[in-house]
C-alpha cells in the first residue's frame, strides 16, 4: 500500500532524527561530565593544600605548647637553681663570718712560732704523751677527786629525783585543776552569756550597743572583764576607757553594766553616787528608768542614787517603791531665827528615849508573866 509506504518511511525519519537528536545529547552530556570532572580535579586541589595546611599548623601548634611546656620547666628548674644558689651563698658568706670570728687570720709568722713550738721527732711527740698520761693517772689516783666525784654524782642523782618527784606532783596538781576548771569555767561564761544578753539590752535602749568577754591570764587572779561599747552607727566596739569615750557615755555605759551584773551579784542594797552627772537630759531619763526597773519590786534591792540634782518630771518617781530623800547640811542649818541647835543635847534626848522604850517594853514582859 503506497500510504502505508509513506507512514513507515516518515516514521524512519521521524525515529532516525529522534535517535540523532539523542546521541547529540548524549555526547553533550559527555563533553558537560568531562568539564564537570576536570573543574572537580581542579578545585579538589586547594581544599587538599588547605587541609594539608591545616594539619600541619595543628601539629606546629602543639609542638610549640610542648616546647614552651618544656621552656617553662626549665626556667623553673633555673629559678630554684637560682634560689639554691643565694642560699647557698648567703650559708656561705655566714660560714666565713663565724670562721672569721672564731679563727681570725693572723699573720704567717705567728703560725711559724707555733709551729716551731712543736716537737720535731718521734721521740719528742712520745715523751710528751707519756708525761700527759703520767698527769692523767695521778688525777684518778686522787682519792678526794673521786670522793668529790662520787658525792656530786650522788647530789645529781637526788637532785634529779627531787626534780622528778616535784614535776610529778605538778602534773597531779594541773590535772587536779583541769576538773575543777571545767566545770568553774563553764558555770563563768554560763553568766557571761546571760551578762551580754542583759548588757546588750540595756544599752540598745541608749541606741547604743556593748557587749562584755572574758581577758584571760596566765593564771586566774589576771582574769577580768572587758566592756566594750559603741555609740555611733557603724562604729566598731571599742574598750571603755577614759581616752575613747566621753565622761557621760562613760557613766551610762557603767550604770547600765551594773544594772546587767545587778542579777548575778546578790546584794541588800547597792549605792551610786552622781552617776548622772555628765550625762545629757535624754540618757539620764533613760538610765533613771532603769534604775527605777531594776530596784523596785518585793524581790528588788534597795538601791541609794546619790546626786546633788535631779531631772523635773522623771518617770519612776510616782512609784510607791521610790523616797527622795533631801539632806539639809551645812552649819546653817544649825541656826535658826526660832532658837540654836545643840546636836549634844538632840543626841542624848534620842538616847533617853530609845532607853525609855526599851523599858516599858521590859516592865510589860514583866507584866505578862505575872499574870
Same mark, same amino acid.
Given at each position: 500500500?503506497?500510504?502505508?509506504?509513506?507512514?513507515?518511511?516518515?516514521?524512519?525519519?521521524?525515529?532516525?532524527?529522534?535517535?540523532?537528536?539523542?546521541?547529540?545529547?548524549?555526547?553533550?552530556?559527555?563533553?558537560?561530565?568531562?568539564?564537570?570532572?576536570?573543574?572537580?580535579?581542579?578545585?579538589?586541589?586547594?581544599?587538599?593544600?588547605?587541609?594539608?595546611?591545616?594539619?600541619?599548623?595543628?601539629?606546629?601548634?602543639?609542638?610549640?605548647? +610542648?616546647?614552651?611546656?618544656?621552656?617553662?620547666?626549665?626556667? #623553673?628548674?633555673?629559678?630554684?637553681?637560682?634560689?639554691?644558689?643565694?642560699?647557698?651563698?648567703?650559708?656561705?658568706?655566714?660560714?666565713?663570718?663565724?670562721?672569721?670570728?672564731?679563727?681570725?687570720?693572723?699573720?704567717?709568722?705567728?703560725?711559724?712560732? +707555733?709551729?716551731?713550738?712543736?716537737?720535731?721527732? +718521734?721521740?719528742?711527740?712520745?715523751?710528751?704523751?707519756?708525761?700527759?698520761?703520767?698527769?692523767?693517772?695521778?688525777?684518778?689516783?686522787?682519792?678526794?677527786?673521786?670522793?668529790?666525784?662520787?658525792?656530786?654524782?650522788?647530789?645529781?642523782?637526788?637532785?634529779?629525783?627531787?626534780?622528778?618527784?616535784?614535776?610529778?606532783?605538778?602534773?597531779?596538781? #594541773?590535772?587536779?585543776?583541769?576538773?575543777?576548771?571545767?566545770?568553774?569555767?563553764?558555770?563563768?561564761?554560763?553568766?557571761?552569756?546571760?551578762?551580754?544578753?542583759? *548588757?546588750?539590752?540595756?544599752?540598745?535602749?541608749?541606741?547604743? #550597743?556593748?557587749?562584755?568577754?572574758?581577758?584571760?591570764?596566765?593564771?586566774?587572779?589576771?582574769?577580768?572583764?572587758?566592756?566594750?561599747?559603741?555609740?555611733?552607727?557603724?562604729?566598731?566596739?571599742?574598750?571603755? +576607757?577614759?581616752?575613747?569615750?566621753?565622761?557621760?557615755?562613760?557613766?551610762?555605759?557603767?550604770?547600765? *553594766?551594773?544594772?546587767?551584773?545587778?542579777?548575778?551579784?546578790?546584794?541588800? /542594797?547597792?549605792?551610786?553616787?552622781?552617776?548622772?552627772?555628765?550625762?545629757?537630759?535624754?540618757?539620764?531619763?533613760?538610765? *533613771?528608768?532603769?534604775?527605777?526597773?531594776?530596784?523596785?519590786?518585793?524581790?528588788?534591792?534597795?538601791? /541609794?542614787?546619790?546626786?546633788?540634782?535631779?531631772?523635773?518630771?522623771?518617770?519612776?518617781?510616782?512609784?510607791?517603791?521610790?523616797?527622795?530623800?533631801?539632806? /539639809?547640811?551645812?552649819?546653817?542649818?544649825?541656826?535658826?531665827?526660832?532658837?540654836? /541647835?545643840?546636836?549634844?543635847?538632840?543626841?542624848?534626848?534620842?538616847?533617853?528615849?530609845?532607853?525609855?522604850?526599851?523599858?516599858?517594853?521590859?516592865?510589860?514582859?514583866?507584866?505578862?508573866?505575872?499574870?
Amino acid at each position: 500500500d503506497p500510504e502505508a509506504a509513506n507512514d513507515k518511511r516518515r516514521l524512519v525519519r521521524e525515529l532516525t532524527a529522534k535517535v540523532t537528536a539523542v546521541a547529540a545529547a548524549f555526547e553533550k552530556a559527555a563533553e558537560l561530565h568531562a568539564k564537570v570532572h576536570e573543574a572537580t580535579v581542579a578545585a579538589a586541589a586547594p581544599h587538599i593544600a588547605k587541609d594539608v595546611g591545616r594539619h600541619r599548623k595543628l601539629r606546629a601548634e602543639r609542638a610549640l605548647q +610542648e616546647r614552651e611546656k618544656a621552656t617553662e620547666g626549665l626556667q #623553673r628548674a633555673v629559678e630554684e637553681k637560682r634560689r639554691e644558689f643565694q642560699r647557698l651563698r648567703a650559708e656561705a658568706v655566714d660560714l666565713k663570718k663565724q670562721a672569721e670570728t672564731d679563727a681570725p687570720l693572723r699573720p704567717r709568722e705567728q703560725y711559724q712560732d +707555733e709551729l716551731n713550738e712543736l716537737p720535731e721527732t +718521734e721521740e719528742e711527740v712520745e715523751q710528751i704523751q707519756r708525761t700527759e698520761q703520767s698527769e692523767a693517772d695521778q688525777v684518778h689516783d686522787n682519792p678526794n677527786l673521786i670522793a668529790r666525784y662520787n658525792k656530786l654524782v650522788a647530789d645529781l642523782a637526788r637532785e634529779r629525783a627531787k626534780l622528778d618527784s616535784i614535776n610529778e606532783d605538778t602534773q597531779k596538781k #594541773r590535772d587536779k585543776l583541769d576538773l575543777l576548771k571545767a566545770p568553774w569555767e563553764k558555770t563563768l561564761r554560763d553568766a557571761l552569756d546571760a551578762l551580754k544578753s542583759k *548588757f546588750g539590752e540595756y544599752m540598745a535602749s541608749l541606741n547604743a #550597743r556593748g557587749d562584755v568577754a572574758i581577758r584571760e591570764a596566765p593564771t586566774f587572779d589576771k582574769w577580768g572583764l572587758v566592756i566594750q561599747v559603741a555609740f555611733r552607727d557603724g562604729a566598731p566596739l571599742s574598750k571603755l +576607757e577614759a581616752h575613747v569615750q566621753s565622761g557621760g557615755e562613760r557613766s551610762v555605759s557603767t550604770i547600765m *553594766f551594773l544594772m546587767a551584773l545587778q542579777a548575778h551579784m546578790p546584794s541588800p /542594797f547597792r549605792v551610786v553616787d552622781e552617776i548622772n552627772q555628765g550625762m545629757d537630759e535624754v540618757n539620764e531619763r533613760i538610765v *533613771f528608768k532603769r534604775v527605777v526597773a531594776n530596784s523596785t519590786g518585793p524581790t528588788a534591792p534597795q538601791y /541609794f542614787l546619790i546626786t546633788p540634782k535631779l531631772l523635773e518630771k522623771l518617770e519612776g518617781m510616782d512609784h510607791p517603791d521610790v523616797r527622795a530623800c533631801i539632806v /539639809f547640811n551645812g552649819p546653817y542649818n544649825f541656826k535658826r531665827d526660832h532658837g540654836n /541647835f545643840d546636836v549634844a543635847d538632840i543626841i542624848a534626848k534620842k538616847r533617853r528615849l530609845l532607853s525609855g522604850a526599851s523599858a516599858a517594853a521590859a516592865d510589860d514582859d514583866d507584866d505578862e508573866e505575872a499574870s
